[in-house]
């Protein structure tokens, strides 16, 4: 098929070259003669595209001959496996095929027999896992990372967290110190309501953590690099809920009280304490172990018994081993508690801490500067089982 396009093309040029030279030989001849400009243009193309087409018959030609030869060189390699494998026996199978063993009558003495040692077909010795590990082969390692998971922070998850641009923080809360609404009659005069506000500075804490580690552990081991700065974070983070914990014990004098004969009963008790001063408690802080009481209680007085993300009263439960057995934190936590923080955990790592850098050693740390506050303790109840 290559073959005749290529004549075909051959032969086009040859006619349009034919035509190109009758009108440069005539005695009007005219070099700007559209016809012949065509003419030229034409056979250069027919050139180009002969060429082009001339180079890849020429390549095909060489890469079938390049495929002829690696099929025969692979049926030879088949065909030289083939025969070694008809060809190799035993030392029993060469010996029960050969002339003295078919000419022995059973009895007296046969010629001797001459084994081909090279047609012998042989195997390799097996070998098992206590000889690679005698040897000193350790092969491929799995690691696996045991470490336990870090401690929640489900306080802090809850409250309302503001980024601050400074270091000293103040809040304000407004309260009304005289008047009020009230009903007037037409054209009367309208009563008035005074309002002050009660500002209450802070300083925002600086919460820090640091550890060392060489630069050859730094450098080879990117993975344990890594898994130390999360846990640098995280050790920061969990002493931020700490603190947040701290903050609710200290406002404790100034958070209401409720009581009743069963602890979800105070909890009730206190929902409504909580509405009646103007607020709308969402969530209850319980310790685990009271949690798991409370489920079994419901478990057995109802009929559908306790569900995954069970809630007591509408309330949704944040387990936290700081919260005192058998008392219960019940309130609108974000509008109650607030973590004030100056920008994420940050993390730095330095190699001129003291005479480390003589010792290729670095220095992690990571630190935050935030503070917790109870910004509207009335909106927190404690919760207690009494009489």
């Known amino acids: 098929m290559g073959n005749a396009v290529l004549d075909k093309l051959i032969q086009e040029r040859s006619e349009v070259q034919a035509a190109a030279v009758a009108i440069a030989e005539s005695d009007t001849f005219n070099p700007d003669d559209p016809t012949y400009v065509e003419l030229r243009k034409s056979g250069t193309d027919l050139d180009g595209r002969i060429t082009s087409l001339a180079e890849l018959l020429e390549q095909q030609q060489s890469a079938d001959a390049l495929d002829a030869k690696l099929a025969k060189a692979t049926t030879r390699q088949q065909q030289r496996q083939t025969d070694l494998v008809q060809t190799r026996s035993s030392w029993g199978q060469q010996f029960v095929d050969s002339d003295q063993f078919r000419s022995y009558g059973q009895r007296g003495t046969s010629s001797r027999l001459e084994l081909d040692l090279d047609g012998i077909e042989t195997r390799a010795l097996p070998t098992s896992v206590a000889d690679l590990v005698a040897a000193g082969l350790k092969g491929t390692i799995a690691q696996v990372d045991t470490t336990p998971a870090p401690a929640p922070t489900p306080l802090l998850d809850n409250v309302n967290r503001v980024q601050v641009s400074g270091n000293s923080i103040e809040f304000i809360a407004w309260a009304k110190k005289a008047g009020g609404a009230t009903v007037v009659a037409e054209e009367a005069l309208k009563p008035s309501a005074e309002w002050g506000p009660t500002v209450t500075p802070a300083v925002l804490d600086t919460i820090a953590v640091w550890t060392q580690l060489t630069r050859q552990m730094v450098e080879d081991y990117a993975t344990v690099r890594s898994y130390i700065d999360g846990e640098l974070q995280r050790d920061v983070v969990r002493e931020e809920e700490a603190q947040a914990t701290a903050a609710v014990t200290a ?3 100034a958070i209401p009280d409720a009581t009743s004969d ?3 009963g105070a909890i009730r008790v206190g929902i409504g304490t909580i509405q009646g001063a103007g607020y709308n408690p969402s969530a209850v802080l319980l310790n685990p172990a009271d949690w798991a009481a409370m489920d079994v209680g419901v478990m057995g007085d109802t009929l559908n018994g306790p569900v995954i993300r069970q809630q007591f ?22 509008t109650a ?11 730095y790592v330095t190699d001129s801490h003291g005479d480390t850098f003589i010792h290729n050693v670095f220095t992690l740390l990571a630190e935050r500067r935030s503070k917790t506050v109870v910004v509207r303790p009335q909106a927190l109840v404690q919760c207690t089982e009494g009489p």
């Open 251 to 253: 406002a404790a004098a």
């Open 262 to 264: 069963s602890l979800l």
């Open 313 to 334: 009263w509408g309330l949704s439960v944040i387990p936290s081993m700081s919260q005192t057995a058998g008392t219960a934190l019940v309130g609108d936590f974000r």
């Open 337 to 347: 508690i607030t973590q004030f923080f100056r920008s994420a955990v940050a993390l």
